[in-house]
């Protein structure tokens, strides 16, 4: 009897055995979707393993399977194998881990077979594609243009050259008819970054750059799967080196997968990668709808495409015949997954390309401590970039400015110094920009009463209500996006003694209008420019219409600003103060990175960094841009505390709306880690978590501490075994980031 092992899409740790008749014994290979029964529904799964092995229950009770979707299979053996890898190390249920490579259309369940295999047609358009080593025709008009367009570009939308040369639909017909171009109908893919990029010269590489690129391009050329740290102060040219190693893959007949931390990255870095390899570049990111998905998807699956770019799900594109992998500002934490698969995607990638036999190269101008160590033990060959690539763009020079000391400047905000003020008039002057850090956003953090001393709490959440006066005077809790209007009276004493307290990014620019009249003030955080807006205010920026840009950690990315010249932090303590271990590293790299930000279009930098700490590490290793360091001082902290990368740490959350039953589980749950254990593994806790209430729900979890990563997986294997109480959410985080 022919058996499935099949994934489905439901949160349980286990994949589900179906038989399967004679009738479509030939359609369920390993990595098609079947349509299966789980009850009384019909689900799509992914077949895992089919076999004529002994079913491990009665006969009887299993199931059929309805019916095979794919002609072939839907997933290709290097990614389905590396999923099943990934759920295991992440110890999540395996159904859930397929949903990561598959768009919604792909996956959606379905009541009928029928149903099931519907795909998104869009609207078919006309594409025009260059014939490769057709004999050049004699040309006239604006064929001659439009043929070198499609061979530097690629096949091209018949549409959009009409909208670049009013007459292209009759040269292309010309050119069809000399034999050296196609046009074909296709699919029509609606993609937001498709823009008209003319093609760029590749630059002199610098020496650096040069190493940097032979080594790379060595490994790809020798099909050898090894793994880069390319370390590169900010403005060095990591970018171009990405480029090169892209463009020599593509030669060997291999494929690409390009990691960005945020969307906001996304476009320029597209950008960049169309002008040089034209418009064959699949972006794949949380902001598509699902039909644009789906059509990249698809021309990822087919191989029409051997470029996948986007954010940290672009990952699991199905590219064909991997060969590099490269993740950009891999210190970054959004490539850390917070929900469902709490996967790293940097660290999946480094995965995905061994699995793959490909070339991983992780690039940063502040390479995480985890990556640094990698390198530092030889697992990660290190490659260095130490100085920017345009020769009069130098490192920009910082100093500290110690707010014990100096007081604030016009308008009485702590947060804009006298030396902050001055140098902000004096680049305003000059007709250069400025970029202010402040990583809260908001008018004022809390309203506390002065009479009674209560802070304006959410309801849902044990944290402060954040004031946003462009939200008609609302308070905002940041965690659960809880509205409330601000009162004239603490509802705790009745008293009228409502004061703000800090400031945000809504409130630094409501000063700096009033101190710098005239100046032209624009404000980036995800209050005013979410997602693929962000790109609307830096083209602002970027064509100068912008004196002063104030923002949260947006503005801290690799975005190149040419013309701002100062760069201020605002407060550099409050990622400090953070219960994390990872807040001195994560304030250095906010620091360095944010500071990069300065001096890159050829005129000198300077930096000023508020602090009321000016002797910590993080900061006065940060005005250095003393990165190794940095390093080495870290690193010793860690191995002294048992921190990773000298250990292995895992969280066990859970959540609750019973504040009681959530302990009660976390307790009961924490003994049986311990039995699991024994003497291999720590248990620290459990306790409530930092926020020990987030929309609604009450948490607590212990924390799992080991250098024996097999001892660690047993018991954690154990725990997703056992059965919780149907009111708590259990998770499971392998190696996490947020500790909150």
Sequence with gaps: MLLARVALPVPLGQVFTYQVSEALAAGVKRGARVLCELGKRKVLGVVLEASERAPEIAVERLKPVLGVVDPEPVLPEELLGFLQELGRYYVAPMGEVMELALPAVERSAALTLEAASVKAVGRLVQVASAVPDAPVPKLRGRAPAILEHLKSHGPTELTALEAEWPSARAAVARLVEAGAVTLEK???????????????????????????????????????????????????????????????????????????????????????????LGSRIAVLHSGLGERERHAMWRSLRSGEVRIAVGARSALFAPVQSLGLVVVDEEHDGSFKQEEGVRYHARDMALLRAHRADAVCVLGSATPSVTSAELAESGRLELVELPARARAESALPEAEIVDLRRIGPGPGGERLISVPLFRALEATIAAREQAILFLNRRGFSPSVVCAACGKIGECPNCAVALTLHRARREALVCHYCDHHEARRTKCPHCGEEALVEEGAGTERIESVLAEILPGARIARLDRDVAAGQKSERILDRVRKGDVDVLVGTQMVTKGHDLPNVTLVGVLNADAALSLPDYRAAERTFQLLVQVAGRAGRGGKPGRVLIQTRQPEHPAVTLAVTHDVKAFTRYELAQRRELDYPPYTRLALVRFEAADDALTQREALRFAKIAKHWAESDVEVLGPAPAPLARLRGRYRHRFMLRTKDRTRLHIVLLGLARTAVDRRVRMAIDVDPVSML
Excluded: H, M, W
């Excluded at 760029?200 to 032979?214: C, S, Y």
């Excluded at 060997?252 to 990691?259: M, N």
């Design 186 to 276: 296709r699919e029509e893919t609606v993609d937001p970054f498709t823009v008209n990029v003319p093609a760029d010269e590749p630059p002199k590489l610098t020496p650096a750059q040069e190493n940097a690129v032979g080594a790379i391009t060595l490994r790809l050329e020798r099909s050898e799967k090894r793994a880069f740290l390319l370390e590169g102060v900010t403005a060095s040219g990591k970018t171009e080196v990405y480029l090169r190693a892209a463009v020599r893959c593509l030669e060997l007949g291999r494929g690409v997968i390009v990691l960005v931390p945020e969307i906001a990255l996304t476009p320029q870095l597209v950008a960049r990668f169309r002008a040089r």
